[in-house]
């Protein structure tokens, strides 16, 4: 039987990248339907539900994607209701591929070392990916805040934290270079998760750092969102610190994103959100 997988998208064009990983992670045939709301989405469901006998379910199951993680939340949302008994199929929420992006770097991060007790600067971190790796880091017990160029901002994304998670991040206004100088001043990781392209700190602001341990640029885009790190670095040391580019955890990512797809396909229960992607990664890291 073959293994059928739906790409709900929330943008009106569904992800290539997602579809081409998503059949490397074990797929058979992928649906991508872009424009997908938690108004059209029941009949999808049901279509998943209710075709195949209960030992097959497991050879149909959801991704959901698209570029808002809010919208991606509330469709998890709206199809976990249309659930019930066995008549279920598996779920990925990977917005923006915030939930295994940020697992990736959290994970890296997070190896061979205790990150309980340090305190993580997350700069830009409203986004998806840095609001996902807020949240995996505050798991781990790292006293986290949260910056954005409007505090307004920074506290929405906190409080849409705590009401998800129930977890406590903390937010600050940092809209420019000094305020990040600032903002950065006795952390031991720094996390940047900017938009492509726009470097938020100069090598300068934090080479000299005495508490600085980790530092990780989730940006590809030329010029870094932190001078001073490559995109390839790979817990590369740089002025003592260990550092972590984009493309050097984004390995991780594309494998973790291929395991959690090909995961989807052993039973029709499974639910795969930030917690468990996060639980993932740490097995396949190193």
């Known amino acids: 039987m073959k293994k059928l997988l739906y790409q709900l998208d929330t943008d009106p064009t569904p992800s290539v990248f997602d579809n081409v990983v998503c059949y490397d992670g074990g797929a058979d045939h992928i649906t991508a339907i872009g ?7 029941g009949a999808m469901v049901d279509g998943a539900i209710f075709t195949r006998a209960p030992k097959d379910k497991k050879n149909t199951a959801l991704f959901l994607g698209g570029s808002s993680m809010a919208d991606g939340e509330a469709l998890l949302a709206a199809v976990r209701k249309k659930f019930f008994a066995n008549f279920r199929v598996s779920v990925m929420l990977d917005s923006n591929g915030s939930n295994t992006t940020a697992a990736a770097c959290v994970a890296w991060l997070g190896h061979g070392r205790q990150l309980a007790g340090k305190k993580a600067v997350i700069l830009a971190g409203t986004g998806p990916v840095g609001s996902r790796a807020a949240v995996m880091l505050a798991r781990e017990g790292v006293h986290v805040t949260l910056t954005s160029r409007k505090e307004e901002q920074a506290q929405k994304a906190a409080a ?3 009401e998800r998670f129930g977890l406590s991040v903390a937010a600050m206004a940092a809209p420019d270079a000094e305020s990040r100088r600032a903002a950065i001043v006795g ?11 726009i470097q938020l700190l100069s090598e300068s602001d934090w080479k000299d750092s005495p508490t600085l341990e980790l530092i990780a640029d989730a940006n ?20 003592g610190k260990i550092a972590f580019g ?3 955890f984004g390995a991780l990512k594309i494998a ?12 029709n229960e499974l639910i795969l959100d930030a917690e468990e992607i996060y639980a993932i990664a740490k097995t396949m890291v190193g």
């Open 256 to 267: 973790l994103q291929r395991a959690c797809v090909a995961k989807l396909f052993e039973s």
């Open 220 to 239: 590809a885009t030329p010029p870094m969102g932190i001078e001073g790190i490559d995109m390839m670095d790979k817990a590369r040391e740089r002025h």
């Open 160 to 162: 849409a934290i705590q």
């Open 187 to 197: 952390a031991h990781i720094i996390v940047a998760t900017g938009a492509g392209g």
């Open 246 to 248: 984009a493309i050097g």
């Open 35 to 41: 424009g997908v709301t938690t108004a059209n989405v």
